[in-house]
């Protein structure tokens, strides 16, 4: 089990922007950050990160929490892996106070030596290309012929494999690796009587995941002979799944943010060619088809994507199938097809950045007009063809989330394909129609579409008008209690002993479950280890119902803006210049509003008193109720507040 204090330094090193930054773009709104939730679908950004506060919350889906959470959410990890991963971004070494189980230790190993024997498999190729004379003669010569620098060697860790069937199995084995991890990581076949290195006599391309580890390879070969397949790449195994993939990103991603597009070509060398000349955020499918979870990759870190493909028939082909994955994923696409005969490789070879970028520039074109004008060329006096052509335009259009864009589209292919823009509309209704009837217990109008399954939110408890009214100032003293627990309240007290020492003075247990919690949560602590704990251990709680409430209570869906007093001269206190004024007033209605129960009660029993002709009862419960109501009074000159007669 990771000790306390190890996960106290991990919260006090993370940074939510950072963390979150990784994964989706996001842009500076006043003291938070603002993005698209990677949780759902959506075309205004709601998803608010609190730098301060360490939290997000998106007020769309309504998902929310810590960093913590973010991994264990986003990455689908578990706590304890959730913990690790912020641990080694933040170069934090872990402490544990118990040993963990056999199954942890050994699912951590396992993929702790697949990580590991990919990096070590990487250096090995990288020396066999720079330092023995095979790999000079034919791999560093082929990597020179398509002009890669040193630099660009080095930054995407190109390689070599040896001809030799063993030479990675040897050399792992002289550095104490298994070769069974060797196999499990696809870098050795198991096929013959001993164990083969999987690559050989191959110039290699390093495949990276998005945080930079070395996760497989591609290899190509350099004979002729049809027989060998140009490129092999490394099979699935637990830290390599290839519709998980896109190569070049992790070299890519801070130039993709940049730039807000994604370039997307189809291979290694496209990708390095590119990158080497000065147009960095560029990445390949590596010759896969491109898989929605590629295209969310890249949907972390922008929603413009320019698929960039040959101009021969076959990368116009490729263009278009994989298109509508993206349009159903709402991002904007554009296509730029590159001359017949040409790549964008040996493009960019020829005309240098400034060529490429001026060619992408005059040529881009939107994806549904452009495949519109393709489809519409190719079945021109073939009324079937035609018909089949229309057929597939209007299911491309009705893949787009966004009515406003599919409105726009139908009208703009209506000129195009010379149809009547109220049929095209009908067929794209129909279609969406058919989709969303197949969706089980799915509405058939437009509606976001979640990622993870929507659990309908908690109801609230109905309670009584007076126990409502409780319940609630009692969030508000918590919600104090949360923002401002470390602040100084007197000389003597933090706000946290102020105001435990209030509700304990009263006496009185809390109605709302919630509330009680939280309190307890601060009262243990201060008790047992005279520690007031910190927001994040609330935030992060076990307990999923306090780290909720704690997130609800902390992240605001709006904030003070700064023109008040840059344009109009007028000055807006926020709540923490006054929070020792905003604690008396919380505190003074909580009394408020547990006395009214009070009073309330006291005039039942004297109606009952009455009732049953008890006068001694009756005499004792109204010298009750005349003391509440000089305390009601009391509180109300505090707070300044007009008590009208119970």
């Not at 922007?17 to 003291?31: C, H, M, P, Q, S």
Request: aromatic residues 8%; proline residues 4%; negative net charge.
């Amino acid at each position: 089990m990771i000790t306390r204090d190890t996960i106290t330094r991990i919260m006090d090193a993370v940074r939510i922007e950072e963390v979150v930054g990784d994964f989706i773009t996001l842009k500076r709104r006043g003291a938070n950050m603002l993005g698209n939730c990677p949780f759902h679908n959506e075309k205004t950004p709601s998803f608010t990160v609190s730098p301060a506060k360490g939290i997000y919350k998106c007020f769309g889906c309504g998902v929310a929490g810590d960093s913590v959470k973010f991994i264990i959410e986003h990455e689908h990890k578990t706590y304890p892996e959730a913990l690790r991963y912020l641990a080694e971004k933040y170069s934090i070494e872990i402490e544990e106070s118990e040993a963990p189980s056999d199954k942890q230790i050994e699912e951590k190993n396992e993929r702790d030596s697949l990580y590991i024997v990919s990096s070590f498999a990487q250096r090995f190729y990288s020396e066999q290309l720079l330092e023995t004379e095979e790999g000079q003669n034919i791999g560093l010569t082929y990597f020179k012929e398509r002009g890669f620098s040193k630099e660009t060697i080095e930054r995407f860790q190109l390689g070599y494999s040896p001809e030799k069937g063993d030479a990675l199995v040897k050399a792992s084995e002289a550095q104490g690796y298994l070769v069974e991890y060797l196999q499990k990581a696809g870098l050795a076949s198991d096929k013959y009587d001993r164990p083969y290195d999987f690559f050989r006599g191959r110039v290699m391309f390093t495949i990276h995941n998005f945080m930079g580890k070395v996760v497989g390879f591609g290899g190509r070969t350099l004979l002729s002979d049809k027989k060998v397949p140009k490129y092999v790449n490394t099979p699935e195994t637990d830290i390599y799944n290839k519709s998980r993939i896109l190569y070049g990103l992790f070299q890519a991603k801070n130039a993709v943010r940049k730039e807000d597009e994604c370039i997307l070509v189809e291979g290694y060398t496209d990708v390095i060619s590119l990158s080497q000349a000065g147009v960095e955020n560029v990445v390949a499918s590596s010759g896969t088809s491109l898989t929605v979870e590629q295209i969310r990759l890249i949907k972390r870190l922008t929603p413009n994507i320019t698929v960039t493909y040959d101009g021969d028939a076959a990368g116009i082909k490729a263009a278009i199938r994989g298109i509508d994955l993206i349009l159903e994923e709402d991002m904007n696409v554009r296509v730029v097809l590159l001359p017949p005969d040409d790549d964008p490789d040996s493009f960019v070879k020829r005309e240098g950045a400034d060529g490429f970028i001026k060619y992408r520039n005059s040529h881009i074109q939107d994806f549904i007009l452009f495949k519109t004008s393709f489809l519409q060329e190719e079945s021109k006096r073939d009324p079937v063809k035609r018909a089949e052509a229309i057929k597939d335009i209007v299911d491309s259009i009705a893949l787009i989330p966004d009515a406003i864009k599919r409105s726009v589209y139908v009208k703009e292919c209506s000129h195009l394909l010379d149809m009547q823009e109220q049929i095209l509309v009908s067929e794209v209704n129909k279609i969406r129609h058919q989709k969303n009837s197949k969706k089980a217990g799915a509405p058939v109008e437009d509606s976001p579409r979640y990622v993870n399954e929507e659990v309908p939110e908690p109801k609230e408890p109905i309670l009584p008008a007076s126990i409502g009214a409780l319940a609630r100032q009692e969030r508000d003293v918590v919600r104090l209690l949360l923002e401002y627990a470390h602040l100084d309240y007197s000389d003597e007290w933090k706000v946290a002993h102020a105001i435990l020492m209030e509700l304990d003075e009263d006496e009185t247990p809390m109605v709302d479950p919630i509330s009680e919690k939280i309190v307890n949560v601060y009262r243990t602590s201060i008790q047992e280890e005279s520690l007031i704990p910190e927001t994040h251990h609330l935030v992060s709680h076990e307990d999923p119902e306090i780290s909720n409430f704690a997130i609800e209570i902390l992240q605001k869906p709006y904030e003070l803006s700064e023109n008040w007093i840059k344009m109009h001269d007028i000055a807006i206190t926020d709540t923490q210049f006054v929070y020792r004024k905003d604690i008396h007033s919380s505190l003074c209605r909580l009394k408020l509003e547990r006395l009214k129960i009070l009073i309330d009660e006291t005039r039942n029993n004297m109606q009952k008193a009455q009732d049953e002709g008890d006068e001694l009862a009756l005499v004792e419960q109204m010298q009750l109720f005349q003391q509440y109501i000089g305390m009601k009074q009391q509180i109300a000159t505090a707070l300044g507040s007009v008590i009208l007669p119970s």
